[in-house]
C-alpha cells in the first residue's frame, strides 16, 4: 500500500497520510497538492508497470493497485515533426500525441487518475463541470469504474462531443450560459444531492495526472536523443531530458500546473537538471490569461463574455491558475499569447496537411502559437521544443472541412451489364483535372518532400521532380512545365546555368521559374538572375504561404 502527504497551496500546511481529504484541515484552503517521500528503486520497477501512465504509479495518488481504472491511456507516442520542423526552419519540434489517449484528448489521463482516486473512496456518483473533453473522458471511465456521472456543460459544446457523453450513460446537463457559470450550477447541484463533486484544478487527481505528461516527454526524449526508439516501455537506460520549451493551449491550466510539478519532482529527484520555458497560448475571444499576463496584473481579470468558436478553451475566469501559471513563467521563462480563432484554424490546416496529424481547434491553437513564437525569434533554432498535441478532430466538423470535398463518380449506364470501357476511361480522366504541370529540381529530399507537400495539399497541380541539374534541365524540355521550383546549389549544373540554358532556348524561355534557395545571394548573383525568374524565397522561412501565392501569381500571367 502506497502512501502520500497533501501540501495546502494557501498555508504549507502538510497532512501526512491523508486519505479522501477535499480541504486543508488547517485553513481550508482547497488547493492541494500530493507530496511523496520519493520510494527508492521505484524507475527499476517501470518496464514491469508497462506502457500507460500507471508505470509511475509509485508517485500517483493510488493506494491499491485494485483501485486502478485503466483504458490503456498515457504512454503516447513523441514524434519529431518533421515536415512542421522543414516548414519553420525548426530542426527541433516534438509533438506529444495525446490525440492517442482512449477518448481522443490528454483528458484521458485526469480522468484515469480522478476516477480510480474516487473508486478508492468508496464513491458511487460524482459531479463534473467540463467545456466538453473532460465529460468524454469522465465518462468513458466511470463507465469503467461503475460510477454514475452528472457531467454539466455549456449549450455551446458541439452536439457531436455531447452524444458521446450519452452513448457512456453519463446525464448531460446542458447549461445554457458560460462555462464559469455551468462550473456553479454544477457545485449547487453537487451540494444539493450531497453527491462528490470533482475538484479539477485544485484537487490532487488532476495535477498529478498531468505530471505524467512530464515525466513521459522526459524518459521518451531521453531515449529520442540517444538514438533510441522512446515507446520501448521496459528499456530506461537513458538519462532523461527536459526540453528547452513546453507548449500548450490553456483554458483552465491544468495541464501546464501539472506538467510543471512532474518537471519540477524530476529535478528534486536528480533524474533531470533543467526545467523547461513555459508557452501557454489561449484563444483570443477568451484570453483573461494572456490579457492580465501582458499587462503585468498580479490576478487575472475575468472574460464574462467568450467570443469564440473553440468552446474547449472557454475558461473566462481562471482563478488561482493564472498566479501559478505566473509565478512558474517569472521563475523559469515563457510567455502567455493569445491567437485568433482565424489562426488556429489556419494552423489546423497546416498540421493536417503537412504532417497528417488531425487536431480539434483547441490544439490548433497551440500550434498557431508555436508558429507566432518561432517566427518572432522568441523560440530559437536550436532549442528543443514539446508540444502537447492535446486532442483529436473527430468528427471533422463540417466548418472546418466543407461539404464539397468529395469527386463523385457515377458509372453510366446501371442497367447494362458492365461500364463501356471508354465510358469508365473517360469517367477516370475526369477524376483527374489537373492540367498544370510543374517541375521541382532540387537535390535536398528533405526539401523536394515539403514542396512537393505544400503543392499537393493545394490539389490542383500535377508534380515532377528531378534531384540534379544536368536531369532537371532534361525534365524541363521533355515536359515543358507550365513552371519550375527551383534550387540554387547543385552538385554538377547549378540553378543559375539552369536558369541561363533556359532563356537561351526559344520554347523554354517563358517558362516561369520561382528559385528556393537556403542561400543568402550576392549582389553578382541577385544580378544573375535579374528580370530571370519569376520569384525568389529563402527556405525555412515559413514558405508555405508564400510558396503558393508566388506560384499563382506566376501561372496566371
Ligand atoms: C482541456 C483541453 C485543453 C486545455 O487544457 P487546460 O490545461 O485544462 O487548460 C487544450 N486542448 C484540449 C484538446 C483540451 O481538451
Ligand atoms: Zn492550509
Given at each position: 500500500m502506497r502512501t502520500f502527504a497533501t501540501l495546502c497551496r494557501a498555508c504549507r500546511h502538510t497532512e501526512p497520510d491523508?486519505?479522501?481529504?477535499?480541504?486543508?484541515?488547517?485553513?481550508?484552503?482547497?488547493?492541494l497538492d500530493a507530496a511523496y517521500d520519493y520510494p527508492p528503486g521505484w524507475q527499476e520497477r517501470l518496464g514491469r508497470y508497462g506502457a500507460t501512465l500507471w508505470r509511475y504509479r509509485d508517485l500517483l495518488p493510488v493506494r491499491d493497485d485494485d483501485n486502478i481504472v485503466s483504458l490503456?491511456?498515457?504512454?503516447?507516442p513523441l514524434t519529431r515533426a518533421m515536415n512542421l520542423g522543414l516548414m519553420l526552419g525548426h530542426p527541433h519540434i516534438y509533438i506529444k500525441d495525446e490525440r492517442q489517449g482512449p477518448t481522443g484528448s490528454f483528458k484521458d489521463r485526469q480522468a484515469a487518475v480522478a476516477i480510480s482516486m474516487m473508486k478508492e473512496a468508496g464513491v458511487r456518483e460524482a459531479v463534473v463541470s467540463s467545456t466538453g473533453n473532460v465529460a468524454i473522458a469522465y465518462s468513458a471511465f466511470c463507465a469503467r469504474a461503475g460510477v454514475k456521472l452528472w457531467a454539466f456543460v455549456t449549450s455551446s459544446v458541439p452536439a457531436e462531443k455531447m452524444r458521446e457523453v450519452a452513448l457512456y450513460g453519463s446525464e448531460v446537463i446542458k447549461v445554457a450560459g458560460t462555462y464559469d457559470q455551468a462550473k456553479q450550477v454544477a457545485a449547487q447541484f453537487a451540494a444539493s444531492k450531497g453527491l462528490f463533486l470533482d475538484q479539477g484544478i485544485r484537487g490532487i487527481a488532476a495535477k498529478e495526472a498531468m505530471k505524467t505528461v512530464a515525466y513521459e516527454i522526459a524518459e521518451q526524449l531521453g531515449s529520442l536523443l540517444a538514438g533510441r526508439d522512446p515507446m520501448i516501455a521496459h528499456d530506461n537506460h537513458h538519462p532523461w531530458q527536459t526540453p528547452h520549451w513546453y507548449l500548450q493551449a490553456v483554458s483552465g491550466g491544468l495541464g501546464p500546473v501539472g506538467v510543471m510539478k512532474g518537471f519540477r519532482e524530476l529535478r528534486e529527484m536528480g533524474l533531470v537538471n533543467a526545467m523547461p520555458k513555459l508557452a501557454c497560448f489561449q484563444v483570443a475571444g477568451c484570453a483573461p490569461m494572456a490579457s492580465s499576463f501582458h499587462k503585468g496584473l498580479a490576478t487575472a481579470e475575468n472574460v464574462d463574455n467568450p467570443a469564440t468558436?473553440?468552446?474547449?478553451?472557454?475558461?473566462g475566469a481562471p482563478g488561482e491558475s493564472y498566479q501559478v501559471l505566473r509565478e512558474l513563467i517569472g521563475e523559469h521563462g515563457g510567455t502567455i499569447d493569445a491567437v485568433s480563432d482565424a489562426e488556429a484554424f489556419r494552423a489546423l490546416d497546416v498540421v493536417a496537411k503537412m504532417d497528417g496529424l488531425s487536431v480539434e481547434p483547441a490544439t490548433a491553437v497551440a500550434f498557431a502559437g508555436l508558429f507566432n513564437l518561432i517566427r518572432q525569434g522568441v523560440i530559437k533554432r536550436d532549442e528543443i521544443v514539446v508540444i502537447n498535441c492535446s486532442g483529436h478532430t473527430f468528427p471533422v466538423e463540417k466548418h472546418i472541412v466543407g461539404e464539397h470535398f468529395t469527386r463523385d463518380m457515377a458509372l453510366a449506364g446501371a442497367a447494362e451489364e458492365a461500364p463501356r470501357e471508354e465510358g469508365l476511361l473517360t469517367a477516370l480522366e475526369e477524376l483527374d483535372p489537373r492540367v498544370q504541370r510543374i517541375a521541382i529540381v532540387e537535390d535536398n529530399p528533405d526539401a523536394i518532400r515539403l514542396i512537393r507537400r505544400i503543392l499537393q495539399a493545394q490539389g490542383e497541380f500535377l508534380i515532377e521532380e528531378a534531384h540534379n541539374g544536368i536531369d532537371g534541365l532534361k525534365l524541363i524540355r521533355e515536359t515543358r512545365p507550365n513552371l519550375v521550383v527551383l534550387d540554387l546549389m547543385m552538385p554538377g549544373m547549378d540553378g543559375f546555368a539552369i536558369v541561363d540554358a533556359m532563356k537561351a532556348e526559344e520554347t523554354l524561355k517563358d517558362i516561369p521559374v520561382i528559385v528556393v534557395t537556403a542561400k543568402e545571394l550576392t549582389a553578382i548573383e541577385r544580378r544573375r538572375l535579374y528580370g530571370k525568374i519569376k520569384g525568389l524565397l529563402q527556405k525555412g522561412a515559413f514558405m508555405d504561404v508564400d510558396l503558393v501565392e508566388d506560384i499563382r501569381e506566376a501561372l496566371s500571367e
Open positions: 491523508a486519505r479522501d481529504l477535499l480541504s486543508c484541515p488547517r485553513c481550508g484552503g482547497k488547493w490503456g491511456e498515457g504512454w503516447t468558436d473553440i468552446t474547449t478553451l472557454a475558461t
